[in-house]
């Protein structure tokens, strides 16, 4: 007999097509992990992935049950909130992903003000990954979420939700930091660091198309993974960078200096949702109308 725990190891492998990463994603080792899905095979009495020297691969068999499987998390998914919906008791949470690792006050002045206009729906907040962010919202097991932008994906909606203008990081000392508006042509003179295009997709296109509007010429200093990874680079004179002016206020340490741009170049984060054939919930409408009075 197929259990839940085999087609939930076997969609976090498939997905993310990486035994480590996968096991990441479930919080398991490793090892259990590939053994479940060895198991899994097993019990099928066929192959479900191609293990190559570098990367898997799903056979044509795999790719119909990773299908299968996301509607059989779908339904129990919409089982569970059915189930809990029909308690009058109990009103069910919005369930809100948080991707990019923001930590913009627009968004904690976003749940804070929903808070007071809606004290009776309550916001669960989960911190992931941006392709997890999108994988939680096609099985629906988030409401609604928040990321710098993903990859064009027709399942889920990506709507504006607030933008920072963008402004100039340099280390404390550089030879630009002492200037009060700082033409971004000078900034790009210096090797640049960059956002991971593969863990925060979306700032890094933004970055990236802002650059190229004002540099041909353009040199790379590097990738972080993460914002504060991103700032302690600048600190310590790896490179130049540029930043929005709310994380800057939120991560700005004092060996970093920022300084705002002379062009008028801005970083948008988009609030999420999946299309919904029949329309979104009362309450996710609500939360969604709410977003955008932030702007």
């Known amino acids: 007999m197929i259990e839940l725990r085999h087609l939930r190891y076997f969609v976090a492998v498939a997905e993310e097509l990486n035994f480590r990463r996968a096991a990441e994603r479930v919080h398991i080792d490793q090892t259990p992990l590939s053994r ?7 019990r099928l009495g ?13 056979t044509p068999a795999g790719l119909r049950l990773l299908k299968e499987a996301r509607k059989i998390f779908i339904r129990i998914e919409r089982a ?26 627009k968004l904690s002045e ?20 941006a392709s997890e962010l999108a994988n939680a919202l096609e099985r629906e097991e988030l409401d609604a979420g928040f990321s710098f932008g993903l990859p064009d994906n027709e399942a889920i909606a990506q709507q504006p939700a607030w933008n920072y ?22 900034l790009l ?4 660091l960059c956002c ?8 890094s296109h933004q970055m990236r198309t802002i650059v190229q509007r004002h540099s041909t010429t353009l040199t790379l200093a590097g990738e972080a993974g993460t914002l504060s990874g991103y700032v302690t680079r600048i600190a310590a004179g790896m490179g130049v960078g540029l ?18 741009l002379r062009e008028d170049e801005r970083i948008t984060t988009f609030v999420l949702h999946k299309h919904q054939r029949f329309g979104l919930s009362n309450e996710l409408q609500r939360f969604v109308a709410h977003v955008k009075t932030l702007h």
Request: with cysteine.
């Open 36 to 42: 479940t899905v060895r198991d899994l095979e097993d």
């Open 46 to 58: 066929l192959q479900l992935f191609v293990r190559g020297p570098r990367k898997l691969h799903l």
């Open 80 to 105: 569970y909130r059915v189930v809990r919906e029909t308690d009058a008791r109990f009103r069910a949470p919005l369930r809100i992903g948080v991707a990019d690792g923001i930590a913009q006050p």
């Open 110 to 129: 976003c749940f804070g003000r929903w808070s007071k206009l809606a004290p009776a729906i309550q916001l669960e907040l989960t911190e992931m990954r």
């Open 165 to 186: 203008p963008v402004m100039a990081l340099l280390p404390r000392g550089h030879e630009l930091a002492a200037q009060a508006v700082l033409p971004i042509a000078e």
């Open 189 to 192: 003179a210096f090797p640049l």
């Open 196 to 203: 991971h295009s593969e863990r925060q997709p979306g700032l």
């Open 243 to 260: 930043g929005d002016a709310g994380h800057i206020a939120t991560l700005l340490r004092p060996d970093v200096v920022a300084v705002p």
